[in-house]
Every structure is written in C-alpha cells, then in structure tokens.
C-alpha cells in the first residue's frame, strides 16, 4: 500500500510539475491567456532580465508555442512567395530548424496589420502543426523537422490574409476557415491529416457576401455539465458545435466580422467578441440548443471594445483592452464596468494572466503589468525595441516574448 500510495503521487506530480513548462497553443492552455507560473519577472528593458534576444527572418505575427526544450512561430517573406517554420531552442535562443514549407506563386492580398504568418502554430510531445490558412497546413516532427503528413486542399479566400490558429483536441486538430468565399470548420487526423469532419458555417443570410463573412477567430474547446462544446465565432454569429462531430449544437447572432479574439469561458458564461460591428462584447449561457439569441445571452456591452485583443477573465472580472489602448475591467455576472483606464499606445496581442499579475502588450513595445482588482493598480511599464504584434508565452519563470523582428526570453 504504502509503494502504490508513493507510485500514484509520483504519476499525479508528473503533469503538475512540467504544466507551467509547456505552450502548446495560441494563449495556452486551455486557450484563456492564464498560466500557473511563478517567479515571472515583473520588469526589464533591452539590458535588464533578458536572457537572449533572437532575430528571426522575415514577417509574421504567429505567436510563440514552446513544447519542452522548443520554441516555434512560423514567418514569410514580405511577399509572401515563402512560407517558413522556426523552431528555437528554449535555453540558448539559437535557431534549431529552419524549415521552408512552401512557395506561393500568387500570394492572395493582405492588409498592412496582417502578415502571411499569423496562425500560430500548435504543438505537443514529438509533432508541431504549422498552419498557414488556405496556404497549407502540415504536420512536422520535432526532433527532426520532417515532414509526416500536409493538407493543401482545403480552400479558402482569407481576403485580407489567413489569422486563424489550429487547435488539438484529442486525435483531432480542428482549424476555422472563414472567408470571403467559403466558411467552415474542419478537424483532421492529427496522426494522417485525413478529414474526419467538416461543417459549413451557413452564415450567408445574415452576414450577406466577401468581406462581411470573413472572420479570424481561434476555437476553444470548454466542458459544460461534462459534455465537451466547440465554440468559435464567425461573422455575424458565434457557433457551438459537438468536437468529435462538428454538428451544431447553438448559435447566437450577435453581427459584426473580422473577429479576431478567441472566446473565454467561466462561471457558465461564454464571452465572445464581435470585432467590427454588431453587440461588441456579450456573455451567452451554453445550455441551450439551436438558436439561443433571444433566451441565452446574459448582457451586452458595447463601449470601447477591441477588434483584435482577447480578453481576460480573473476570478469575478473580465479585463479588454482596446485597440486604441483603453483597458476596461467588467463585472463578469452582469457585464456592468467596474473601471476603465487609458494607457495610450495601439494594441493588437491579448493579455496574459501569470503570477497575480495582468500583462498587456503594445505595438510600441510597451508591457504595461497591473494588480488585478476593482481598482486600476499600475505595477510596471516596460519598453523592448519593436513592436508587440504576437501575444505572448510562458515556461518555467520565463516570458517568451516575440516582437516584428525578434524573439526575446525574458526572466529574472
């Protein structure tokens, strides 16, 4: 008794210890911005608490995802004509691959706040899924850089550039792609990249054609009375689907496209952000089927919302921060403000949560860290070179930071 007591803490400690070292997708796990990490360095510059600073080639916002001793993104050509995954060693900063997936010929338009590399990636033990919207998406192994399996068949026109990220749920890596032409969700094999379920949006009556159904939206995957949903906005709606089949479970209509922040659950409320146009911010109850628009949306809010960051729930609030850099913190139960500050500067990258403290990151290269509360409590300001376009990750008691030009792994 007393070696199987020893041998099931060992087993239980095992994933406890090494949860705050793994990244494996766009905001973490599970995709809320949160990390259990302590120690993170609440200061520095470019001379203070920087332990490398790395460039890496290239254009993309792709944010960092870390798996063991390795860090990802992904970069392009300004062109957009080559398509590349870097893979950095976590402790030195040096670059361990770098891998060209492929060559465009004719590169679809892109906006000057986007860039052909702006789907993170998503990683787990010995594989990493590279993305790059209707581009390709394939399937590396880590140790090596090979290439075990792509998708080059699944269309798409982004319009104004691919910014969706892969998520893995179980053997599926489910992917949004919504754009001018077509909108849908897949989920592929993550062993094969075979296609074991794909669902159309159907959103065309409400959103009518091009540029108003395209959307940039991240899925998340939350668990409701122990049934698992897969939410993911689109224009004029967010959806829920069942993820092991891709069949609709609810929708509610909220309006507005080009939505870019990636939905956040708690306290039985899914938070969705709208982008450009429609409610803005609102909180839905995921109990319901079909279309829940007139029964299961608990508020609305509509004041000085963002179209890219996602926001940030910690305990009882829920923090945003505006594209034009005002921070607003919202009762999480009724969407009333309890505050909201102006701290100047554009932001695109999403908060993060770590440490007891609220990181926001600026296209000026400014972090701005605050003590979560009812009261807006300012604890830091922090100035890199360049600009913070990708959000960040953590490892350990350490920031990996990625700036237009450079990787950074910031710790005390």
């Known amino acids: 008794m007393r070696n199987f007591l020893f041998i099931s803490l060992t087993l239980l400690f095992i994933p406890l210890a090494h949860a705050g070292e793994n990244w494996p997708e766009f905001r973490g796990t599970p995709g809320n911005g949160h990390s259990d990490a302590t120690g993170i360095a609440l200061s520095w510059s470019e001379t203070q608490n920087v332990t490398w600073k790395t460039a890496v080639h290239g254009r993309g916002w792709s944010s960092p995802v870390v798996w063991g001793d390795q860090i990802w993104v992904t970069t392009a050509t300004l062109d957009g004509k080559t398509m590349s995954a870097i893979c950095l060693d976590k402790t030195s900063g040096k670059i ?136 993911s906005p689109c224009a004029t709606a967010a959806i829920s689907y069942d993820p092991a089949t891709g069949k609709e479970l609810w929708r509610v209509r909220c309006g507005g496209m080009n939505v870019c922040a990636r939905p956040v659950y708690s306290n039985g409320l899914v938070v969705f952000n709208t982008a450009a146009g429609g409610d803005k911010l609102l909180a839905v109850r995921p109990t319901g089927r079909g279309d829940v628009t007139k029964t299961h949306v608990a508020w609305r809010y509509r004041k000085s919302m963002p179209t890219r960051p996602s926001q940030l729930i910690v305990g009882d609030l829920l923090y945003v921060v505006s594209d034009a850099g005002v921070i607003t913190c919202l009762e999480l139960k009724t969407g009333e403000a309890v505050w909201q500050e102006r701290l100047g500067g554009k932001y695109s990258a999403s908060p993060l949560y770590v440490d007891g403290r609220i990181y926001f990151f600026s296209e000026e290269g400014v972090t701005t860290v605050i003590k979560p509360g009812r009261k807006y409590a300012p604890l830091a300001s922090n100035q890199l070179d360049g600009r913070f376009m990708a959000s960040p990750a953590v490892t350990g008691k350490a920031l990996i930071l990625r700036t237009a030009e450079y990787v950074y792994r910031v710790e005390k």
Not at 96 to 117: G, R, S
Request: charged fraction near 25%.
């Open 96 to 231: 361990a691959h770098d891998i060209k997936m492929w060559d465009i010929a004719k590169p679809q338009f892109i906006t000057k706040m986007n860039t052909y590399a702006s789907c993170t990636p998503a990683i787990e033990e010995g594989r990493v899924y590279i993305h790059f919207g209707s581009y390709g998406t394939a399937c590396l192994d880590t140790k090596t850089g090979q290439r075990l399996w792509e998708r080059r068949d699944l269309p798409c026109d982004h319009f104004r550039g691919p910014a969706s990220s892969p998520i893995i749920y179980g053997k599926l890596l489910i992917m949004n792609f919504d754009g001018a032409d077509y909108q849908y969700m897949v989920a592929l094999d993550k062993t094969t990249g075979e296609t074991i379920w794909k669902t159309d949006r159907d959103i065309k009556k409400w959103a009518g054609n091009g540029d108003h159904c395209k959307a940039y939206s991240t899925p998340v995957v939350i668990d409701v009375d122990g049934k698992a949903q897969l939410i």
